[in-house]
């Protein structure tokens, strides 16, 4: 008993180190969804291109969606751009734009520029969808199933490693569900 | 000489001016330094009630800083919303499961009582019972050891020899006790207890 008491400051010391060095390698940025399982919030917004057009969670059942938020002045969204003109060729999928709290025209230039990807792009001037789908900063991009479902959220830049690790077994999934 | 004294002390308290005033100036500034919304409230109670919610919701974006100091697009949004939805007249804890519905416990800064928060908010109760605990212990054993204590041979050999002596001394030069020195008055005093 009086030897393990002894050791006692050791064995904390050891517990401590262990956990706090774990906490070192944590990226205090990924946080958790609240949204993951649950539906896609109920919206009715403007398309980009054509504001007369109103947008629906409904246009986003029916098959896998991806849902992007994006914006003109964002400067990872410049980056993950490219990659996302790549992945719009993939039919296993719909891609689809939230365009955050940006200037219409600007938007519409930077696609007429970059390429557009988009099925259709939301122009979610207030950024009244962003923050009910939890967005704190773009690009973040959903993972959305046949049912309305949100099954996954990734904040940041999609690149072809993210894609690889993250997305990929998400959407193999979704497809082995049906 | 005079003069350079005065000069001296001048100086001095001019610079302990500067100082106060410089710091009473930064303190005046750091007051302000926290974004402003211009926002206009019905009454003091609704501004209250914003300023209490801004204070406790965390930016989700700037992670040690909460709505009310951060100036992060979303933390701009985010107030908005606090704002419209006090104006339609919800309840504070509305507007608090709003918030956690679309960015989880985290945007808490006091975190809500769950299986998982268990630890965090006990383990400082536990672990402040856990030390009186061992404390109390601790000073019980002490105490008991410290009455257990018993003179060994040779100690009680050494305290014979000394009585002996203070015997003699009192006795031939009769010393009054106060004059003994104080060391073997410790000792004395240890050997009738």
Redesign the interface.
């Known amino acids: 008993m009086n030897k393990l008491i002894r050791f006692l400051p050791l064995i904390v010391f050891i517990v401590l180190g262990v956990v706090l060095y774990r906490g070192l390698s944590l990226n205090p940025q990924d946080l958790p969804s609240a949204l993951v399982g649950k539906p896609m919030p109920v919206f009715n917004l403007p398309a980009l291109k054509n504001p007369e057009r109103d947008l629906t969670e409904q246009a986003l059942k029916g098959h896998i969606s991806l849902v992007n938020v994006w914006g003109t002045w964002c400067p990872s969204c410049r980056y993950e751009h490219p990659y996302l003109v790549d992945l719009a060729k993939s039919d296993r999928f719909k891609l689809y734009g939230i365009n955050w709290k940006d200037d219409r025209d600007l938007a519409k230039e930077w696609l007429v520029k970059l390429g557009d990807p988009y099925q259709f792009s939301i122009f979610d001037e207030f950024g009244k969808l962003a923050i009910d789908l939890g967005v704190y900063a773009a690009p973040e991009t959903f993972v959305v199933d046949k049912h309305g479902i949100i099954r996954m959220r990734f904040a940041g830049p999609i690149d072809a490693n993210v894609w690889r690790e993250k997305f990929e077994p998400v959407i193999q999934q979704l497809e082995q569900e049906g | 000489m005079n003069t350079k004294l005065v000069a001296k002390n001048f100086g001095l308290s001019s610079l302990l001016l500067t100082f106060l005033l410089s710091i009473s100036i930064s303190m005046t500034f750091s007051v302000d330094a926290s974004p402003v919304d211009t926002y206009q409230f019905d009454n003091e109670v609704l501004k209250t009630r914003y300023q209490a919610l801004v204070k406790e919701l965390r930016?989700?974006?700037c992670?040690n800083q909460n709505l009310a100091d951060s100036n992060s697009?979303?933390a701009i949004?985010?107030r908005r919303?606090v704002y419209n939805m006090l104006h339609e007249g919800k309840a504070d804890k509305e507007i608090v499961d709003f918030m956690?519905?679309?960015?989880?416990?985290?945007v808490l800064y006091r975190p809500k009582l769950s299986k998982v928060t268990y630890v965090l908010w006990f383990a400082p109760a536990v672990l402040f019972l856990l030390g009186i605990i061992i404390v109390i212990v601790m000073v019980r054993k002490r105490a008991g050891n410290a009455n257990k204590a018993e003179l060994s041979a040779d100690e009680n050999q050494r305290l014979a020899a000394i009585l002996e002596q203070v015997n003699d001394e009192t006795v031939q030069q009769s010393v009054p006790a106060t004059q003994v020195s104080p060391e073997i008055n410790k000792e004395l005093n240890k050997g009738s207890e």
């Open positions: 930016c989700p974006k992670q697009q979303i949004d985010l919303e956690v519905a679309r960015y989880g416990d985290f």
